[in-house]
């Protein structure tokens, strides 16, 4: 397929009289189309897998993983990106979006960014981008020179690689040493890939950033006990987290998160083995931070 039509750009025969049918009939139609989306993505997930691997390897070790890409692409970069820390706990910088065009493109089109390559690969030399880090590298044709400069870049740097992407046999696959590539075919408006190729890239931006925090403990069963509580509705979910995970009530839950400072896991072990504030955070050390070895420490 010729590079510069690829198959994100083709016309959906399924919807060519689109403008034609009643309101419910274009509705059924878009959801059908929606649903290839989802299982694109599950006939890439060793690839996905292979990523949350290699990402979770470079955290651990203290890198960073660096999402890049333009138009929705980098906007849903930038959402997963910004997610993290609430969510997760994760320091500042340890998962960042670049967006060609930058903070304004989040809004609003910003002509020609995505055409400069170089602009990519100056993004990853402004962030020293390094032998540690992850880059991964979004684009629905896999094809956009932005993205393209800044994974070409990165690889130099030494940083490892991966692409996502909705179009086989690409740029940005052949430019990375890792790609997911799920491909969901034609949109129901013809080229417009915020449709069927952003839910598959949402999709799998999801399971990178999610199984990567799981694999480094952030989760507990399916609780997410690193959460940074920062409003009153992630105050009253955090009771509920701590009352969940130490097998407890919401009374003793909240009057151990008020001991701890607010402090999620070290709540949960507080209350789960009746321990004092410094106790719990001694054995949270002793357990790299990761609860379930916490609870499962049968020391002092």
């Known amino acids: 397929m010729d590079k510069h039509d690829p198959l994100t750009e083709s016309i959906n025969p399924r919807t060519r009289d689109l403008d034609l049918l009643p309101v419910l009939e274009q ?17 890439v997930l060793p690839e996905v897998a292979a990523a949350v691997t290699r990402i979770a390897a470079a ?47 989040l809004q609003q089109a910003v002509e020609g960014a995505e055409d400069d390559a170089a602009a990519g690969a100056r993004e990853v030399e402004a962030r020293r981008v390094g032998p540690g880090d992850v880059v991964v590298g979004i684009a629905a044709s896999g094809e956009t020179p932005f993205v393209l400069g800044a994974v070409r870049r990165a ?30 075919g034609p949109e129901v408006i013809a080229g417009s890939t915020r449709l069927k190729a952003g839910t598959a890239q949402k999709l799998v931006l999801n399971m990178l950033s999610t199984l990567a925090m799981v694999q480094l403990g952030k989760v507990y069963g399916n609780l997410m006990v690193d959460l940074q509580a920062t409003n009153a509705k992630l105050r009253r979910r955090a009771v509920r987290i701590v009352a969940a995970a130490a097998g407890t009530d919401d009374a003793t ?19 789960a083995r009746h321990l004092d504030p410094a106790s719990a955070e001694a054995r949270l050390a002793r357990a790299g931070g990761i609860v379930r070895r916490a609870l499962e420490d049968t020391g002092p």
């Open 27 to 43: 509705a059924r139609l878009m959801n059908e189309e929606d649903r290839v989306a989802a299982e694109a993505v599950a006939a």
């Open 59 to 105: 955290l651990r070790r203290g890198g960073r993983l660096l999402y890049v890409g333009a138009g929705t692409s980098g906007r849903l970069a930038a959402l997963d990106a910004a997610e993290c820390p609430p969510t997760f706990g994760t320091p500042p910088g340890q998962v960042q979006a670049v967006i060609a065009g930058g903070a304004r493109a």
């Open 155 to 184: 690889r130099e740097r030494g940083a490892a690689t991966i692409a996502v992407s909705c179009a086989p046999s690409s740029s940005l696959e052949a430019a990375c040493e890792l790609a997911i590539v799920p491909v969901t």
């Open 253 to 271: 839950a909240a009057d151990a998160l008020a001991r701890a400072g607010g402090r999620v896991p070290v709540a949960i072990v507080m209350a």
